[in-house]
């Protein structure tokens, strides 16, 4: 079984950093994408960054927002997405989601997503 598993969420200071990181573990054959989202409260969820084939380093969307700001890399041998924060703003306050497409088998994918993190930054 596929899972997601989400650290370093937490509390802030405005202009602070924070690092998130996300695992994902079990059995399968591939992780096609992977990346960052978040949720505000009562909106929807929306990319924050994401690999968009997870085998090609330069392959990454950011949001506009958080461009210069945040900056995803990953560890492809330990299946692991990291998103290191720069200079947070009250406005970054939600809990940000790891997702991912994982192939289970060729040509079988399927979108996991972690548990969520809460992030809140105080001004």
């Known amino acids: 079984q596929v899972q997601l598993v989400e650290s370093g969420g937490g509390r802030v200071q405005a202009g602070g950093s924070l690092r998130l990181s996300c695992t994902a573990s079990?059995?399968?054959?591939?992780?096609?994408?992977m990346g960052w989202y978040r949720q505000f409260p009562g909106k929807q969820r929306e990319l924050v960054a994401e690999?968009?084939?997870?085998?090609?380093?330069?392959?990454?969307v950011y949001e506009d927002d958080v461009k210069g700001r945040f900056t995803i890399s990953r560890d492809n041998a330990k299946n692991t997405v990291y998103m290191q924060k720069h200079s947070l703003k009250a406005e970054d306050t939600a809990v940000y989601y790891c997702g991912a497409e994982i192939s289970v088998r060729w040509q079988q994918a399927k979108n996991y997503w972690g548990q969520g993190t809460q992030v809140t930054v105080s001004s």
């Open positions: 079990g059995t399968f054959f591939s992780i096609n994408v």
């Open positions: 690999f968009t084939r997870w085998l090609y380093t330069n392959d990454i």
